[in-house]
C-alpha cells in the first residue's frame, strides 16, 4: 500500500483513523470486516490421507501390489488344499509399515515452524489508544486503524505507519537482516520504491522496539503483515521430491519393470512346460504364479527404502557429534550433492553482533585488547544508557553499538560500577537529528562532558585546525570503506556548576570547546572459520552466494574479505533480481554471488530459479526472513544458537554451533552417504541380475526354479540385511571433498557402473547357471540343492566386498577400513552353515561335506578375480591413453563449478 511514501497525516485519513484512535463502535465494524489480529491456521491432512501419500512411491506400490497378490494367491490356496504360506506375505507387509512409518515421522517441520511463527505475538497486550483514552488490549484484537502506542522493550505485533516518534530504534534484524538497529522518523515520506529495511517511517510485526518511544496506526494486520505473508510462504505444499527420492523412484521403476518382464517370461515358459507335461492344475498354476511373484519381489529393492533410512539415521547420529543437528533424514545425502549455497550474512557468515575492531586517536590506532586513553573508556561507560545484566546469554543489555563499547572496558577490568564515582548532572540521547549523545558527570572542580557521535558533527565541535579535522576524516574514512561504523569522542571540562549546566545545555554546542580523543571503528565480525570453509567449498566445486538484508557497500565489503567476490559486478540488489524474470535471473546468477537488500521474496525467487537451472541449492540463514527460502531450497540450513525458532523449525539441518564449517562437514558427509548408497545399489543390482539371468535361463531350459521361497527369503536377507547395510558403513575417503558436485540429473547407476554390475551379474548368473546343468562341482544328488543354494550364497557375500570400492581401485587397498563388514562376513557365513548343516528341512536341502563347502568358497571367490582384473584392465588401458582425472575449477568471475 505505500504507506510509507505518505505523509502520516494522509495515512490516517486513508485509513479513516485519528490520532485519538477509533471510537468503539468502528472497533466492532472493523473486528467483522478485518478479522483478528492472528495468522490462518493450514488445515492439516488427515492421518490416512498422509499415509495414502506416502504409499505413492513406486516402490512401495509395487510392494502392496505384490502384498495382494500373493496374499489372496495363498488364501485360496489355503481354502483349497490347506497348504497357504503366509511368510512372505508378512515379510512384505512389515518392509510397506517401516517404509510408511519412517515417511510419516519425517513429516510435520511445516506444521512446526508455522505455529512457532504464529506464537510470536500470542498472549502479547498492547498499548493503545482509543476515542482518545489510553488502554491495554490483546494483541488478537487489534484493527487496522488502531493507534498503538510503542516504546523501548515492547514487541511490535502488527504493521503500521509512525504518526509520532522520539529517539526511537528498532531491532529488525530478524525480518531484514540489518545487524543495526533502524532508526525511526516519523516525519519522512520515502520513495514508494523504498526497500522494507530503509523504510524508516515505518514498523512491522516481530521486531522490537530497542530505544525511544513512538505512536503507530495499525496499517496491517494477520496474514496482510510481514510476517503474515512469510507464515503464508511456510504453510504452502512443496510438491517436489529430494533429488535422491527422485533417484531413486527412476531407478525403482526400471528394476521393477525388468523383473516383472523376467518373471513373465519365466510363467509363459513354465506354463507351457506344464501343458505339455500334462500337468496343469490349479496347484501348479497356483504355485507357479506365487513363485513367479516372489521373484519380482526378489527384484524389486523392496529394502532399498529401509536400508536407505537407517543408513541416512546412522549418519545423522555420526553429523550430531559435529554439531549438525539433521532434522529430516533425506537432508543427510541431499546436502552431499548441493552445488550452490546461498548464505545469509547477519549472524550467519558475520556474528551478528557489532564488536569494535579498532580503537584509534590523532597519532596511534590499536586493536582494542591494546592500551589507549583513558578518557576513552571513560567516555564508553559514562556517556552511555545500556546496563550490565550478566546472564547467561549476554553481559550487557542496550543499543548494540553501546554495548560493544562496554565490552571493550569490561576486558580491561572496568565495569559500570565507575558511574558510581560520577553523578550524571545532565544527558542528552543520541538523535538522527543531531547525530550525537552528550553526557555531563559532576567532578571536583565543575564537570566534564563527553560527547560521543558522526565524526563529522563530533570534529566540528573540537578546537583543531581545518587540516587537522581533514586529516582525521581521511583516516576515518579508510574504516568506512570497509563497511565499519565509525564513531568519534571527545570531552570538555569546563568549570560552570551542575545547576547552570542542568539550566542551560546549549551552550556546549555553540563553540569548538571540546577536545578530540579519538574514534572507534565497529563492525559485524566475521566469524572466524568461515574464511576457511568457504575456501573449502570452492575446493569442492561448490559457489557461494550472500543474499542479504544489508546494504551494498556492506555487503561487498564483507564478500571482499571473504573472496565470495572481488568486482562490483558480481553484486546486485534485490530490487535489481524482483524485475527480472526467472530466464534473465538464471543467466545473471552465473555472474552474481552477492545480492543486497533482499527480501523473503527474492531470496525465494533466486532458490527457484537455481534449482530450475539443475543446481542443488542449500540455504543458510537464521532470521525469519530466512525461514521461506530455507523451506524451499532443496536443504535449509539454519543457526542453532542465534536462529530463530521459526527458521529452526522450517530447516532440515540445524547448526548447533552456529558454526559455517559445519556445512562443510555436513557436505562431506552427505557425499560419502551418497557414494555409500551408491555402492548398496551396486552390490544389490548385481545380485538382482544374477539372480534373474539365472532363474530365467533355468526356465527356458525346462528345469524346476533352483530356489524355493524360504530360500529366495534369506537371499533377501542377505541382499537387504547386514551385509548390505556395512557397505553404508564405509568411511568417507579423503579426496571426496575434491570431486565435482553430483548434479541434480545424474543417474545412482552411471553407464561405467551399469557395465561394471551387469558384467559382474552375468558372470556369477552363468557360473550359477553351469553348475545347475553340469554339477561341476562334482555335488552328491542330495547335495545338489544346498551347494547351489550355498554357491549363490557366498557370491553375495564376496560380491559385497566388491562393491566397497566404486572406482578404479583395488579392494584390497583399504581392506581393513572397514572392520564391521569383515565381521559381518563371517558373521553371516556362520548363519548360512548352520542352516545348510543344522537347521536345512524347511530350506529343502540337506547337510555339505566339507570338501563341497570349500570348493563353493573358492568358486564364490572367482568373482573379486573377476572384478580386479577388470579394474587392472581399465587402469592400463586408460594410462596407455593418457586419460587425467578432471579437478574441480572454479571460474572466480562466474562461480561455476
Given at each position: 500500500?505505500?504507506?510509507?511514501?505518505?505523509?502520516?497525516?494522509?495515512?490516517?485519513?486513508?485509513?479513516?483513523?485519528?490520532?485519538?484512535?477509533?471510537?468503539?463502535?468502528?472497533?466492532?465494524?472493523?473486528?467483522?470486516?478485518?478479522?483478528?489480529?492472528?495468522?490462518?491456521?493450514?488445515?492439516?491432512?488427515?492421518?490416512?490421507?498422509?499415509?495414502?501419500?506416502?504409499?505413492?512411491?513406486?516402490?512401495?506400490?509395487?510392494?502392496?501390489?505384490?502384498?495382494?497378490?500373493?496374499?489372496?494367491?495363498?488364501?485360496?490356496?489355503?481354502?483349497?488344499?490347506?497348504?497357504?504360506?503366509?511368510?512372505?506375505?508378512?515379510?512384505?507387509?512389515?518392509?510397506?509399515?517401516?517404509?510408511?512409518?519412517?515417511?510419516?515421522?519425517?513429516?510435520?517441520?511445516?506444521?512446526?515452524?508455522?505455529?512457532?511463527?504464529?506464537?510470536?505475538?500470542?498472549?502479547?497486550?498492547?498499548?493503545?489508544?482509543?476515542g482518545g483514552k489510553v488502554q491495554f488490549v490483546p494483541q488478537k484484537e487489534l484493527v487496522v486503524g488502531d493507534i498503538v502506542l510503542i516504546e523501548s522493550g515492547d514487541k511490535i505485533t502488527a504493521d503500521g505507519r509512525l504518526i509520532e516518534s522520539e529517539y526511537?530504534?528498532?531491532?529488525?534484524?530478524?525480518?531484514?537482516?540489518?545487524?543495526?538497529?533502524?532508526?525511526?522518523?516519523?516525519?519522512?515520506?520515502?520513495?514508494?520504491?523504498?526497500?522494507?529495511?530503509?523504510?524508516?517511517?515505518?514498523?512491522?510485526?516481530?521486531?522490537?522496539?530497542?530505544?525511544?518511544?513512538?505512536?503507530?496506526?495499525?496499517?496491517?494486520?494477520?496474514?496482510?503483515?510481514?510476517?503474515?505473508?512469510?507464515?503464508?510462504?511456510?504453510?504452502?505444499?512443496?510438491?517436489?521430491?529430494?533429488?535422491?527420492?527422485?533417484?531413486?523412484?527412476?531407478?525403482?521403476?526400471?528394476?521393477?519393470?525388468?523383473?516383472?518382464?523376467?518373471?513373465?517370461?519365466?510363467?509363459?515358459?513354465?506354463?507351457?512346460?506344464?501343458?505339455?507335461?500334462?500337468?496343469?492344475?490349479?496347484?501348479?498354476?497356483?504355485?507357479?504364479?506365487?513363485?513367479?511373484?516372489?521373484?519380482?519381489?526378489?527384484?524389486?529393492?523392496?529394502?532399498?527404502?529401509?536400508?536407505?533410512?537407517?543408513?541416512?539415521?546412522?549418519?545423522?547420529?555420526?553429523?550430531?557429534?559435529?554439531?549438525?543437528?539433521?532434522?529430516?533424514?533425506?537432508?543427510?545425502?541431499?546436502?552431499?550433492?548441493?552445488?550452490?549455497?546461498?548464505?545469509?550474512?547477519?549472524?550467519?557468515?558475520?556474528?551478528?553482533?557489532?564488536?569494535?575492531?579498532?580503537?584509534?586517536?590523532?597519532?596511534?590506532?590499536?586493536?582494542?585488547?591494546?592500551?589507549?586513553?583513558?578518557?576513552?573508556?571513560?567516555?564508553?561507560?559514562?556517556?552511555?544508557?545500556?546496563?550490565?545484566?550478566?546472564?547467561?546469554?549476554?553481559?550487557?543489555?542496550?543499543?548494540?553499538?553501546?554495548?560493544?563499547?562496554?565490552?571493550?572496558?569490561?576486558?580491561?577490568?572496568?565495569?559500570?560500577?565507575?558511574?558510581?564515582?560520577?553523578?550524571?548532572?545532565?544527558?542528552?540521547?543520541?538523535?538522527?537529528?543531531?547525530?550525537?549523545?552528550?553526557?555531563?558527570?559532576?567532578?571536583?572542580?565543575?564537570?566534564?562532558?563527553?560527547?560521543?557521535?558522526?565524526?563529522?558533527?563530533?570534529?566540528?565541535?573540537?578546537?583543531?585546525?581545518?587540516?587537522?579535522?581533514?586529516?582525521?576524516?581521511?583516516?576515518?574514512?579508510?574504516?568506512?570503506?570497509?563497511?565499519?561504523?565509525?564513531?568519534?569522542?571527545?570531552?570538555?571540562?569546563?568549570?560552570?556548576?551542575?545547576?547552570?549546566?542542568?539550566?542551560?545545555?546549549?551552550?556546549?554546542?555553540?563553540?569548538?570547546?571540546?577536545?578530540?580523543?579519538?574514534?572507534?571503528?565497529?563492525?559485524?565480525?566475521?566469524?572466524?572459520?568461515?574464511?576457511?570453509?568457504?575456501?573449502?567449498?570452492?575446493?569442492?566445486?561448490?559457489?557461494?552466494?550472500?543474499?542479504?538484508?544489508?546494504?551494498?557497500?556492506?555487503?561487498?565489503?564483507?564478500?571482499?574479505?571473504?573472496?565470495?567476490?572481488?568486482?562490483?559486478?558480481?553484486?546486485?540488489?534485490?530490487?535489481?533480481?524482483?524485475?527480472?524474470?526467472?530466464?534473465?535471473?538464471?543467466?545473471?546468477?552465473?555472474r552474481i554471488t552477492v545480492v543486497a537488500r533482499s527480501t523473503p521474496l527474492v531470496k525465494l525467487k533466486i532458490v527457484k530459479a537455481l534449482k530450475k537451472s539443475g543446481e542443488v541449492v542449500a540455504l543458510t540463514g537464521d532470521g525469519i526472513n530466512d525461514a521461506?527460502?530455507?523451506?524451499?531450497?532443496?536443504?535449509?540450513?539454519?543457526?542453532?544458537?542465534?536462529?530463530?525458532?521459526?527458521?529452526?523449525?522450517?530447516?532440515?539441518?540445524?547448526?548447533?554451533?552456529?558454526?559455517?564449517?559445519?556445512?562443510?562437514?555436513?557436505?562431506?558427509?552427505?557425499?560419502?552417504?551418497?557414494?555409500?548408497?551408491?555402492?548398496?545399489?551396486?552390490?544389490?543390482?548385481?545380485?538382482?541380475?544374477?539372480?534373474?539371468?539365472?532363474?530365467?535361463?533355468?526356465?527356458?531350459?525346462?528345469?524346476?526354479?533352483?530356489?524355493?521361497?524360504?530360500?529366495?527369503?534369506?537371499?533377501?536377507?542377505?541382499?537387504?540385511?547386514?551385509?548390505?547395510?556395512?557397505?553404508?558403513?564405509?568411511?568417507?575417503?579423503?579426496?571426496?571433498?575434491?570431486?565435482?558436485?553430483?548434479?541434480?540429473?545424474?543417474?545412482?547407476?552411471?553407464?561405467?557402473?551399469?557395465?561394471?554390475?551387469?558384467?559382474?551379474?552375468?558372470?556369477?548368473?552363468?557360473?550359477?547357471?553351469?553348475?545347475?546343468?553340469?554339477?561341476?562341482?562334482?555335488?552328491?544328488?542330495?547335495?545338489?540343492?544346498?551347494?547351489?543354494?550355498?554357491?549363490?550364497?557366498?557370491?553375495?557375500?564376496?560380491?559385497?566386498?566388491?562393491?566397497?570400492?566404486?572406482?578404479?581401485?583395488?579392494?584390497?587397498?583399504?581392506?581393513?577400513?572397514?572392520?564391521?563388514?569383515?565381521?559381518?562376513?563371517?558373521?553371516?557365513?556362520?548363519?548360512?552353515?548352520?542352516?545348510?548343516?543344522?537347521?536345512?528341512?524347511?530350506?529343502?536341502?540337506?547337510?555339505?561335506?566339507?570338501?563341497?563347502?570349500?570348493?563353493?568358497?573358492?568358486?564364490?571367490?572367482?568373482?573379486?578375480?573377476?572384478?580386479?582384473?577388470?579394474?587392472?584392465?581399465?587402469?592400463?588401458?586408460?594410462?596407455?591413453?593418457?586419460?587425467?582425472?578432471?579437478?574441480?575449477?572454479?571460474?572466480?568471475?562466474?562461480?561455476?563449478?
Open positions: 500500500m505505500n504507506y510509507h511514501a505518505k505523509s502520516a497525516e494522509r495515512v490516517l485519513t486513508e485509513l479513516g483513523s485519528t490520532k485519538n484512535g477509533l471510537s468503539d463502535a468502528e472497533i466492532k465494524v472493523r473486528q467483522a470486516k478485518f478479522g483478528k489480529n492472528e495468522l490462518n491456521k493450514k488445515v492439516r491432512k488427515s492421518f490416512f490421507a498422509r499415509v495414502f501419500s506416502a504409499l505413492k512411491d513406486p516402490m512401495l506400490t509395487i510392494l502392496v501390489v505384490g502384498f495382494f497378490i500373493t496374499l489372496f494367491a495363498n488364501i485360496g490356496k489355503e481354502l483349497k488344499t490347506g497348504g497357504g504360506d503366509f511368510t512372505e506375505c508378512i515379510g512384505i507387509f512389515a518392509a510397506v509399515v517401516l517404509s510408511v512409518s519412517i515417511t510419516l515421522i519425517m513429516e510435520g517441520s511445516s506444521e512446526k515452524a508455522f505455529e512457532a511463527l504464529k506464537g510470536i505475538s500470542d498472549g502479547v497486550a498492547v498499548k493503545v489508544k482509543r526511537l530504534k528498532v531491532d529488525e534484524s530478524a525480518l531484514t537482516g540489518e545487524s543495526r538497529a533502524a532508526e525511526k522518523d516519523a516525519d519522512r515520506v520515502l520513495a514508494a520504491g523504498a526497500h522494507l529495511a530503509e523504510r524508516v517511517n515505518c514498523v512491522y510485526s516481530g521486531t522490537f522496539v530497542s530505544n525511544g518511544r513512538g505512536a503507530m496506526v495499525v496499517a496491517s494486520i494477520g496474514a496482510d503483515t510481514e510476517m503474515g505473508k512469510i507464515a503464508g510462504e511456510l504453510s504452502t505444499e512443496i510438491p517436489e521430491d529430494s533429488p535422491l527420492y527422485r533417484k531413486l523412484s527412476k531407478l525403482g521403476k526400471s528394476i521393477t519393470a525388468v523383473g516383472a518382464a523376467c518373471a513373465l517370461a519365466v510363467f509363459m515358459m513354465s506354463f507351457m512346460r506344464l501343458i505339455f507335461a500334462g500337468a496343469l492344475s490349479f496347484d501348479t498354476v497356483s504355485d507357479l504364479f506365487i513363485s513367479c511373484i516372489v521373484l519380482i519381489i526378489a527384484a524389486v529393492p523392496e529394502g532399498l527404502p529401509t536400508i536407505v533410512a537407517v543408513s541416512l539415521a546412522l549418519n545423522m547420529i555420526r553429523l550430531a557429534g559435529e554439531k549438525a543437528l539433521i532434522k529430516k533424514m533425506i537432508a543427510t545425502e541431499t546436502t552431499g550433492a548441493v552445488s550452490v549455497i546461498c548464505s545469509d550474512k547477519t549472524g550467519t557468515l558475520t556474528m551478528n553482533k557489532m564488536a569494535v575492531v579498532a580503537v584509534c586517536g590523532s597519532d596511534f590506532c590499536v586493536k582494542p585488547e591494546k592500551d589507549f586513553k583513558r578518557v576513552l573508556v571513560e567516555n564508553f561507560i559514562l556517556n552511555s544508557t545500556a546496563e550490565e545484566v550478566m546472564d547467561k546469554n549476554e553481559r550487557f543489555r542496550g543499543s548494540g553499538t553501546e554495548c560493544a563499547l562496554l565490552e571493550v572496558a569490561y576486558r580491561r577490568g572496568e565495569t559500570v560500577k565507575l558511574r558510581e564515582r560520577f553523578k550524571v548532572i545532565k544527558r542528552e540521547p543520541f538523535s538522527s537529528e543531531k547525530k550525537y549523545m552528550i553526557t555531563a558527570v559532576e567532578t571536583p572542580t565543575g564537570a566534564r562532558v563527553y560527547i560521543k557521535g558522526a565524526p563529522e558533527r563530533v570534529l566540528s565541535l573540537c578546537a583543531a585546525t581545518r587540516e587537522q579535522k581533514a586529516g582525521l576524516l581521511s583516516a576515518i574514512s579508510l574504516h568506512q570503506s570497509k563497511a565499519r561504523r565509525a564513531l568519534c569522542f571527545a570531552h570538555f571540562d569546563c568549570d560552570k556548576s551542575a545547576a547552570a549546566i542542568n539550566t542551560d545545555f546549549s551552550f556546549l554546542t555553540d563553540g569548538q570547546f571540546f577536545t578530540y580523543d579519538g574514534f572507534c571503528a565497529l563492525a559485524d565480525p566475521v566469524r572466524p572459520e568461515v574464511l576457511e570453509a568457504v575456501k573449502d567449498c570452492k575446493s569442492a566445486g561448490i559457489c557461494v552466494k550472500m543474499l542479504t538484508g544489508d546494504n551494498l557497500e556492506t555487503a561487498l565489503a564483507v564478500a571482499r574479505e571473504l573472496k565470495i567476490a572481488d568486482d562490483d559486478r558480481q553484486a546486485v540488489l534485490g530490487s535489481d533480481v524482483e524485475k527480472m524474470d526467472e530466464e534473465s535471473l538464471i543467466k545473471a546468477l552465473n521461506p527460502a530455507i523451506r524451499h531450497a532443496d536443504v535449509g540450513i539454519a543457526m542453532g544458537k542465534s536462529g530463530s525458532e521459526i527458521t529452526k523449525e522450517a530447516a532440515d539441518v540445524v547448526l548447533l554451533d552456529d558454526g559455517f564449517m559445519g556445512v562443510v562437514k555436513a557436505v562431506a558427509f552427505g557425499r560419502n552417504v551418497y557414494k555409500n548408497l551408491q555402492r548398496f545399489i551396486l552390490f544389490q543390482l548385481s545380485v538382482n541380475i544374477a539372480a534373474l539371468a539365472f532363474i530365467t535361463a533355468a526356465a527356458a531350459f525346462g528345469l524346476p526354479s533352483p530356489f524355493n521361497t524360504l530360500q529366495l527369503l534369506w537371499i533377501n536377507v542377505i541382499m537387504d540385511g547386514p551385509p548390505a547395510l556395512t557397505l553404508g558403513l564405509e568411511p568417507p575417503n579423503k579426496n571426496l571433498m575434491k570431486l565435482k558436485p553430483v548434479k541434480r540429473d545424474s543417474p545412482l547407476v552411471d553407464k561405467k557402473t551399469f557395465t561394471r554390475l551387469f558384467a559382474s551379474g552375468l558372470y556369477m548368473g552363468a557360473i550359477m547357471l553351469f553348475q545347475y546343468l553340469y554339477n561341476f562341482l562334482g555335488a552328491a544328488p542330495a547335495e545338489k540343492s544346498a551347494a547351489t543354494f550355498t554357491l549363490f550364497i557366498s557370491f553375495q557375500l564376496f560380491n559385497a566386498f566388491n562393491c566397497r570400492e566404486l572406482g578404479e581401485n583395488s579392494i584390497f587397498k583399504n581392506f581393513g577400513r572397514n572392520k564391521i563388514m569383515v565381521a559381518t562376513f563371517f558373521g553371516v557365513f556362520l548363519v548360512h552353515l548352520l542352516i545348510v548343516q543344522v537347521a536345512y528341512k524347511p530350506f529343502g536341502v540337506a547337510p555339505m561335506c566339507a570338501a563341497l563347502w570349500i570348493k563353493c568358497l573358492i568358486t564364490a571367490s572367482s568373482i573379486v578375480a573377476f572384478s580386479e582384473l577388470g579394474k587392472l584392465a581399465y587402469r592400463l588401458n586408460k594410462s596407455r591413453s593418457g586419460e587425467k582425472t578432471l579437478s574441480v575449477k572454479v571460474n572466480k568471475n562466474q562461480c561455476k563449478a
